[in-house]
Structures are given as C-alpha cells and as structure tokens.
C-alpha cells in the first residue's frame, strides 16, 4: 500500500534478490508453539533493540534461541505488522550470559534454571562442545548423575541434529516440509535424502515427486539413475491412482508415459519394471491378454478383497428355502405392507447369501428393502450394523431406518495410540467385529482401501449386504468396487427398477430416471421440485445462482434454503466452475465485516462463517463432540463452517456437524470454500435444494450423463438447473464414461476358479 509506512523496509534489513527480508537476532518470548508440526509464534529481539513478532514454521524454538529467519513483512488486522517466516535458521549462542539463558528457558530437557546456572559457571563458553563431547563431565556437577549427563547429551544432539537438518533442506523445502522429514527419520534424515532424494516422494506426505526430482538434481544424480527410474514408475502410478481411480495401468503404456515423463526411453524404462517386479516391489497381472502393472500395496488389496468376498459368501450358514417363505410372509403381514417382486427378491437373496448387492436409482425402494431387512434380522436376535462411506450418509441412513448407523471408519473404530502411533482402524483380522449382519449404504463411494479395510474386520459366517447406485459415478479413491461385483456376476444382485408411485409424482425422481435412460428431462412443468432457468451467457449464469442462493430461495423457502442449498458444478475451471462461483458465492452470501475475522491463504480469503470443504484425508485430525468424546480423522469431502479464525494464534475452528476441529494456517492446503462443489465431491451427500450450472463452455468430458445423474440424485426436496439447454442436452446424449483399470473381476474370477 503506498505511504503506508507498515510495508516500509527497515533501513538495516537484507533484501535478496526475490525480495525477501532476513532479519537476526534472539527469541525473547515464546506466544505459541506446536510441537507437532513446529508451528510459532515469538517475539523476536533485533540487533537494533526492537521486539518483532515473526510467525511460521519455527521448530524446536526456545526462548534464548539466536535465529536468522527470512521472509516477509504482513499486517495483522488485529495485531499489526508481523513478519512471516519462511526459512528459519538456529544458531546457538555464543556468550556466557547468552548460554545462560538459553539453557535456563528448559531448551534442554534435564536442565532448569539452577542446573544451567552451575553449568555456565563450570564450564562457561566452553559449555555446548563439552555437551557435544565430553558429556561425562557433566557429571562433576552436583546433582547430575552420569545417566542425567547422558540423557542431556542425546537432547542435545538431537537439537544439533534437527538445525542441520533445517540448514540442509531449507535450500529444497519450506521449514514445514523438514520437519514433516525430521519426525520421519530422525538423525539419519539428511543422510537418507543425499543417498536417494526419490524416498521423499514415497514416504513423506506433501512431497512430490517433481520436487524430489529438483532436489536430485542439483545434488548431481543422474537423469537415468535407478533410483530416479524406479521411483518416477512409483508416481505415475501413484498419480493415477489418485487423479483418475486406476489401480493398475497397462504395462506398455505405463512404461511409454513413465519414459516421456523422465525424458528417457521406453526400454530403460522396461528394464527397471522388470527389476521391480523381480524384488516384487510392482506386481503383474494379465487379464484378456494385456499385461497391467501394479503397486504391490494395491495389487494385494484387491487380491485381499477377492478372497475374502467369496469367503465370506462361501460359509456363510445356509437358511432353509421354506423357512425364508415363512419369514417373509410374516414380515410382510407384521408390516402391512406387500413387497414388489424385486424387493421381495432381495430379501430373500440378503436371507440366502453371505454378499448380496442391491441397486437401484431413486424411488425404487431401497431403503424400504433396509427396513424389512433390519426388522428380519433383529427378530432373529442377530446383531446388525448399519454403515455407509460418509458421515452426511450415515446420519441420513439413521434417520431413515430409525436405527444408528455409522462411518465405515468410526464402525472400524479408527484412531490413534497413546503412545504416539499413527491412527489405524483398530477394527482388524486381530478384532473382529462381533455383528453378524453388515449393510453398508452408498457402496459405489467405497473405494479398495476401504473396501479391503472393511473386510478385514469381518468375521467368516457373517453377511455382508452392499446397497447403492451402481450408475453414479465411482469413488473419489482408486478402484470402482461397487461396479466390480456386480460387473462380475459372482454374487447374488438385484437391481431395483421400479419406481413407486409416491416416487412417480416427484420429478427429481421420474427426471433422473429419464437421464439415466438417455432422455431429456421434463423442463415445462413450473410447480413440482425440478426448475430449468435458461440463461444465455456463463456471467448471467453465475450472477442467476449467486441471486438465487442470497435472496430469490431464502426469501420462499427460509432458513432451509440458506443451510440446506448446495452448487454443484460440472466443472472447476471457467466462470460457472467451482472456484470461480465460490467467490461470487462468498462475497453475496458471507461478505466482510467488522465482526468477522479472515485469514488470507494464497489467493484464497477464509472468512469466519464460511463453509469449507475438506479436501483430502487427514487420518490424524483431532475433534470433539459437544459432548465431551474426542476422535481423530476428518475425510476428503467432509463440509463444514468456520467458528472462529483467531490470528494470535494462527488457528481457526471448524464445525463438520458435530464435531469440531482446530486448524493451524499451515494447514490450510487441505481445506477449500464449499459454497459450491464439484459433483465427485458432492458423491454420498444430499442437500435439501441442489442448483447445478451448466455452461457451454464446461470441457466436453465433464458434459457426461452419469455426471448430471448423479448431481441430480443429491437433491432430496428440489433441482434448480441455470444455464445452456444445448449443454444439458449433451450431457444426456454423453453416455461416455471414464473408464477405470481394476482387476478386481479378474481376482473374483481367478480365486473361485482356485
């Protein structure tokens, strides 16, 4: 801001050549700090005796500590200016009364002020290089007993280790990235990285490999080193699996692409699959005569699920066909109600088989199905669960069946250790779940991972009952599970297509059905729960939607249309995408205030009141409920509102229903605004009003039939379409899908035929 004399630069401060600001000095107070992931806040004392607040990535930090820290200078709305850091570097005091100091704020664990005051006075200048080397001296002093001076020692080592490690990295990384390296391999990280840069990639989390790669190559290894081959096929994989869903790809493929992404040939590329597949580090399956490669993780999960589906169908105990008449007319007269052929099919087919996959599109009676299954089986005395991919799912299959239904994670009891150990389903093939029924709603979301985790805590002799929309769009994650088993015909299936008649006077319902036919939606009837507003251009579009969420909807429809109306775009790029709509959305619905704090994250602004979206898995989450309980985890696609943005603090809660989370802003990558979405995140949700957008301009492959069938399935009270009608017709006419290499058929295959 010119004149505003808070951006001015300090006339003693350095300045590089990307303008950025280093400033030294000593850290005169500790605000904050988060020992997980190093995050700071100090007060910093300059040569020129002035207190800077400095705010970032700062681990290990103690008050004493003499740091050279780089960055720059931002204003604080509530505190003022503050330099954010983004290189910090340590070095340890040199004087008698600066030794002090440092040793006295506790930055050695075993030391407190009166011991530190000893030792300064013993050993003076000369302190660190007899903690570094003679630490047995330590032992001279009263109160230190040679095991004490051996645990200062290593506490110190460990200190001088993770300032090298900063020193070291801070050339290739941000100091959160180091730390995330330290707290994996300890003393031997800068070691580990010189010898193979590439394990970066695959074993830290926020690493890629493009920049694993830039690190190797200024450290001198070759273009064509092993190392770099082996580990550019790891990320092709890897990258696709995540991006696209594949769990495998096609040998010869893989290798053409992993080769044009190394700029080396196809047959070195070969060479090291081979060794791979030697060391069994890839795995390698033929199905119809094409040879796929795999991640030997994802190779063995599939295979995993394979085996233990047909296990499980396989000695599951076999129900007499006379008796499942029996409990099936008496269901229905205890009911009232008389069960269409294909319901009564799935009754009995969930009755005789261990798997039985239901599907169906809205309306046909799914969870009519669920009910009568529930009412069945507890009459038998079994114990059911009742999950489903999502918590937004869960609740909702709770609230249809009266009965408690949870996350697949939260069923599979996923949580942390108490001795520090990543969070893990405790749930396993070691703890078995007691229940002998399984219904698992929303199945098509399920991705291997979670499939194959699922399965794990399922004891043999139980059922498994998989209910879901088979022509919705497959999992955010690798695989498409759901279409698998039935695409397989290895399990019992019944796909309901009747659509009953208080379902018939929704048009939701008949329309989606319609678009999973191949046919255009109604669009003339004005005074049912489907609307199409043209408009001619992808601004008036976005102008239309913002209309209708801040003033048109709330106005009718009240405060069910201000917390129960979700966009959900085709795209995320271009006026009518998701990026673009979510500023239009936050400035129309949740505009700045005096009242409400915000935080600046890249190009993006957090405002409090803003909804948000996870958007990747963070297994290690912590929250709470209202009610005191405490868990860990919070899942890609999970959507919440932000409570509070405290700046002091560099924090901000979040409220994902019920349960609450704290943020750091460094943690802030993980989260995006969910004024609007996109329909793959929107998978396994539904909103009372859905508006969906659609632009002319939406890249062809997003203009797909199943794309719009699914958007329109996440609406339970009313569809508003804006935009194109020719765009809507091409997404009806559109029946390409994007396919998906699995060989989960193939294992099903190949396994019963063992």
Excluded at 104 to 113: D, E, H, L, R, T
Excluded at 271 to 281: G, I, Q, S
Excluded at 526 to 541: C, G, M, V
Excluded at 562 to 573: C, E, L, M
């Amino acid at each position: 801001m010119p004149g505003d004399d808070r951006f001015m630069q300090s006339p003693m401060e350095e300045t590089d050549d990307n303008g950025m600001i280093r400033l030294s000095g000593s850290i005169e107070h500790v605000i904050y700090a988060n020992e997980e992931n190093g995050y700071a806040i100090c007060d910093l004392g300059t040569d020129r005796d002035e207190l800077v607040t400095i705010v970032g990535t700062l681990p290990d930090v103690h008050e004493g500590d003499t740091v050279t820290v780089v960055g720059r200078w931002v204003h604080n709305a509530k505190y003022g200016r503050q330099f954010r850091v983004e290189q910090c570097e340590k070095q340890l005091p040199a004087d008698r009364a600066s030794i002090l100091r440092y040793l006295a704020s506790g930055a050695i664990k075993g030391i407190g002020p009166k011991t530190a005051k000893r030792i300064v006075e013993l050993f003076g200048e000369e302190t660190f290089d007899v903690m570094e080397n003679h630490p047995d001296w330590l032992a001279e002093i009263p109160g230190i007993t040679p095991k004490r001076a051996r645990a200062i020692a290593e506490d110190f080592q460990k200190k001088a280790d993770i300032r090298s490690a900063m020193l070291f990295f801070r050339d290739y990384f941000g100091a959160a990235a180091t730390v995330r390296i330290y707290k994996r391999w300890g003393s031997a990280a800068i070691d580990l990285a010189k010898k193979n840069p590439y394990r970066l990639c695959e074993e830290i989390d926020g690493i890629g490999f493009e920049r694993a790669d830039r690190m190797a190559m200024q450290l001198g290894i070759g273009q064509d080193s092993p190392e770099r081959l082996a580990s550019g096929v790891y990320y092709l994989l890897g990258s696709n699996a995540q991006q696209n869903g594949h769990v495998c790809l096609p040998r010869g493929k893989a290798e053409e692409s992993a080769a044009k992404l190394l700029g080396v040939t196809a047959e070195q590329i070969h060479a090291v699959v081979t060794e791979l597949l030697k060391e069994r580090r890839l795995r390698e399956a033929t199905y119809a005569d094409v040879s796929y490669i795999y991640e030997a993780g994802q190779y063995e999960s599939e295979r995993y699920i394979a085996k233990k589906l047909l296990l499980i169908d396989r000695v599951c105990p076999a129900m007499e066909t006379a008796n499942i008449g029996a409990i099936l007319r008496r269901e229905e007269a205890e009911s009232g109600m008389e069960y269409a052929s294909l319901q009564r099919q799935a009754i009995m087919g969930a009755l005789e088989n261990g798997v039985m996959l239901l599907t169906g599109g809205p309306g046909t009676g799914k969870t009519t199905v669920v009910r009568a299954l529930l009412h069945i089986f507890h009459g038998m005395d079994e114990k059911v669960a009742l999950a489903a991919p999502t918590g937004r799912a869960a609740k909702r299959l709770s609230e249809s069946t009266s009965c408690e239904a949870k996350t697949i994670h939260r069923l599979l009891e996923y949580g942390g250790e108490e001795n520090g150990e990543h969070a893990r389903f405790h749930r396993n093939e070691n703890d078995l779940l007691e229940e002998s029924v399984i219904i698992v709603d929303e199945a098509s979301m399920i991705d291997n991972a979670l499939m194959c985790a699922l399965l794990k805590a399922i004891k043999p002799g139980a059922r498994l009952i998989l209910i879901g929309d088979s022509d919705q769009l497959p999992s955010v994650g690798a695989g498409n599970v759901l279409h698998d088993l039935i695409e397989s015909r290895r399990f019992f299936t019944v796909r309901l297509t009747e659509i009953f008649r208080q379902a018939q006077k929704s048009l939701i319902v008949t329309n989606a059905h319609a678009i999973n036919r191949g046919e255009m939606p109604r669009l003339d009837i004005k005074d049912n729960d489907f609307f199409f507003l043209p408009r001619p251009d992808e601004a008036s579009i976005a102008a239309t939607v913002a209309q209708l969420c801040a003033v048109r909807l709330p106005r009718t429809y009240g405060k069910m249309a201000v917390t129960g109306t979700q966009v959900i775009a085709p795209s995320r790029k271009g006026e009518v995408g998701t990026e673009n709509l979510n500023r239009v959305l936050q400035a129309a619905l949740n505009p700045p205030s005096p009242e409400k704090q915000e935080h600046n994250f890249r190009e993006l602004i957090f405002r409090e009141g803003d909804r948000v979206m996870q958007v990747r898995n963070n297994y290690d989450m912590e929250w709470e409920r209202d009610d005191g309980s405490a868990g860990v985890g919070i899942f890609n696609g999970d959507i919440g509102v932000i409570e509070k943005i405290e700046k002091r603090d560099s924090r901000m809660t979040i409220r994902f229903d019920d349960r609450v989370v704290g943020y750091d802003f460094n943690m802030l990558e993980e989260l995006e605004p969910a004024y609007a979405v996109t329909v793959h995140k929107s998978q396994g949700s539904e909103y009372p009003i859905v508006l969906l957008p659609l632009g002319e301009h939406t890249p062809p492959m997003l203009l797909s039939r199943n794309l719009l069938y699914t958007a329109v399935t996440r609406a339970q009270s009313m569809v508003i379409l804006v935009g194109s009608e020719a765009a809507l017709s091409r997404m009806v006419a559109n029946n390409r899908q994007a396919m998906r290499y699995t060989g989960l058929v193939y294992h099903l295959e190949r396994e019963d035929n063992a």
